[in-house]
């Protein structure tokens, strides 16, 4: 599926906005912030939010008519109608419990999707000065100095390995996930948070990505547009391309997404 030339211009958005959210975020990582729980008793703070009001406003100020899923603004119960068509995703700060523990492992998310796919999207790791990017047919990885840009590098997803480099989620390892890399003796584990473990996947670092349990469709979005984008895939656990969209249920029910296994090249 193509994109036009009026998406090449909302990817270059993105990774504006992306990366003026990291900017707003490494402020809050370097002067300290208190932790809140949300109703649904999972972290928050000062930096998720701020970032999160960069991209909206950003969205605003360039008059960008696409609906916007937003995790926090989601959480407070602005969910805007979707549909069938375009809508964005965006997850401004994931990996909240590795922002709080003080490692670098985590990113702003934002993804376009359309018609249930996501087509593009960026990730950008603020604390490792990494910007992933990607439109249909093409990844960039991309470093980023003095809050700049540089120069693109074209990454792709590897064939599996035997034994395969397995990356899971760090702080949601589950008994699932265990029995997971069980089956796969000898294998190479490395635990990482947010969806950097999509993007160690799109560069050929990594085979697998196990994720039993709830996740929330703008947690995985923009990483799957990275991954999609390399020549891997996440599915479920039936084999299916994971799919975007609201799916029933009320309010943040309705992104809800179940079990996935990601996979590089040849899936």
Same mark, same amino acid.
């Given at each position: 599926m193509g994109m036009m030339k009026d998406d090449a211009a909302l990817l270059a958005l993105f990774e504006e906005l992306a990366l003026a959210a990291g900017a707003a975020i490494m402020q809050h990582y370097e002067a300290g912030f208190e932790v809140e729980q949300k109703a649904d008793d999972t972290p928050v703070t000062a930096a998720d939010r701020a970032a999160e009001r960069v991209i909206l406003d950003g969205f605003r100020n360039v008059g960008l008519g696409t609906p916007c899923v937003s995790e926090e603004a989601a959480s407070g119960g602005v969910i805007p109608a979707c549909g069938d068509g375009n809508f964005l995703l965006v997850d401004p700060l994931d990996g909240t419990r590795e922002f709080i523990a003080r490692r670098p492992d985590f990113t702003v998310n934002i993804g376009l999707i359309r018609n249930g796919e996501p087509v593009a999207g960026v990730v950008y790791a603020p604390a490792r000065d990494l910007l992933y990017s990607a439109r249909p047919g093409a990844a960039f990885e991309i470093p980023v100095v003095g809050g700049k840009p540089q120069e693109r590098r074209t990454i792709r997803a590897r064939p599996r390995r035997t034994p395969p480099a397995i990356v899971a989620s760090r702080?949601?390892?589950?008994?699932?996930?265990?029995?997971?890399?069980?089956?796969?003796?000898?294998?190479?584990?490395?635990?990482?948070?947010?969806?950097?473990?999509?993007? *160690?996947?799109?560069?050929?670092?990594?085979?697998?990505?196990?994720?039993?349990?709830?996740? *929330?469709?703008?947690?995985?979005?923009?990483?799957?547009?990275?991954?999609?984008?390399?020549?891997? *895939?996440?599915?479920?656990?039936?084999?299916?391309?994971?799919?975007?969209?609201?799916?029933?249920?009320?309010?943040?029910?309705?992104?809800?997404s179940p079990s996935f296994v990601a996979e590089g090249a040849g899936w």
């Open positions: 702080s949601h390892c589950t008994d699932e996930t265990r029995a997971f890399i069980a089956r796969h003796p000898d294998a190479e584990t490395v635990s990482i948070g947010s969806s950097l473990k999509f993007c *160690m996947i799109a560069r050929g670092d990594a085979d697998l990505y196990p994720r039993f349990g709830r996740t *929330m469709q703008w947690d995985t979005a923009a990483g799957d547009a990275v991954l999609r984008a390399a020549g891997g *895939m996440a599915h479920t656990l039936d084999g299916a391309p994971l799919t975007y969209g609201p799916k029933g249920g009320e309010g943040l029910e309705a992104f809800a």
